[in-house]
């Protein structure tokens, strides 16, 4: 069966996507168009590309995750260099390491830009913070005076998952512009589960199935934010900031269409997870998403 499919940010949370597609594979889903952002849009771009369940828990288990944390050589003791860099570069890690190994495995399955790709068929969400702006990849491209056809998969999939402070921003340049530049983050700042892209602007349905995998509980199950100091307000921003654009998405009516994987005890950046952790998200992936198809009416 042909459904469209939404992969919502989560940094290393990710891994449970494994699980929730080898699912979707034994029960013959086949994903027509898949959007994601952050983690989601790694997933959906390699799965886009033609990678299995099978080959994507080789390729993530052959990763040093550690190596992504790409500091910038410095003279500088590392604590120093971390806040230097942080001020001055607007990160503590370059993300190349990341960009370089997307680009490695995208290649193997024979895609460097979105020509390579059905049209259509892959939308990564990244926000523009010198234009205020939602970026919608490659269909904003044009925006910018670039041509979607010549934009590398690596690098979009890479501005979605830069996130902020811990990566450095990609710049891009606004051919429209004069060369003005923008500095582009992690898509979960604007939109972390993009389920609203798939559907009909004007008539509010969706032109086929689709299913969302989220790395969260439900709405009904998810804890209020405990705030008591400065540093809990800034994070219960940073949480409203990266739900409240997708809120209404995942109301009751569409909730039905959502796997949700509550994944609570693991951070975005846990680089340094044991097998074992890996293994329990999959494993925790593949039985919520059974769970959910038991119960599913498209």
């Not at 983690?39 to 033609?50: E, R, W």
């Not at 828990?57 to 230097?84: C, G, H, T, Y």
């Not at 990244?126 to 269909?139: E, T």
């Amino acid at each position: 069966m042909k459904v469209d499919g939404v992969f919502a940010g989560g940094g290393v949370k990710a891994y449970a996507f494994v699980g929730a597609l080898e699912v979707m594979e034994e029960r013959g889903y086949e994903f027509t168009r898949i959007a994601g952002t952050s983690a989601g849009s790694i997933v959906a771009a390699l799965i886009k590309a033609g990678y299995t369940s099978k080959e994507l828990l080789s390729l993530l288990n052959e990763l040093d995750i550690e190596a992504f944390k790409d500091e910038r050589m410095s003279w500088l003791p590392f604590q120093a260099a971390k806040w230097v860099h942080l001020y001055f570069k607007l990160g503590i890690y370059k993300g190349d390491a990341l960009e370089e190994w997307l680009s490695c495995v995208l290649k193997k399955k024979g895609i460097r830009t979105f020509a390579d790709l059905p049209k259509d068929s892959l939308r990564i969400i990244a926000s523009d913070l010198s234009q205020n702006r939602l970026m919608v990849l490659p269909d904003d491209l044009p925006l910018y005076g670039q041509l979607p056809e010549k934009f590398s998969v690596a690098r979009a999939v890479r501005m979605s998952c830069s996130i902020p402070f811990f990566f450095e921003p990609v710049k891009i340049y606004d051919r429209t512009k004069n060369g003005a530049r923008s500095y582009v983050v992690d898509g979960g700042i604007l939109s972390n589960f993009p389920m609203w892209l798939f559907m009909d602007g004007r008539t509010k349905k969706w032109k086929r199935p689709v299913i969302g995998f989220q790395l969260s509980p439900s709405t009904e199950q998810m804890p209020p934010n405990d705030i008591k100091n400065a540093i809990s307000l800034y994070r219960a921003l940073f949480n409203t900031m990266t739900k409240a654009h997708d809120s209404k998405y995942i109301a009751a009516d569409h909730a039905k269409n959502i796997v949700f994987i509550p994944v609570v005890d693991v951070s975005a950046t846990d680089f340094e997870m044991s097998d074992q952790e890996k293994d329990k998200l999959v494993a925790l992936g593949k039985g919520q998403t059974e769970m959910f198809l038991k119960g599913w009416r498209y």
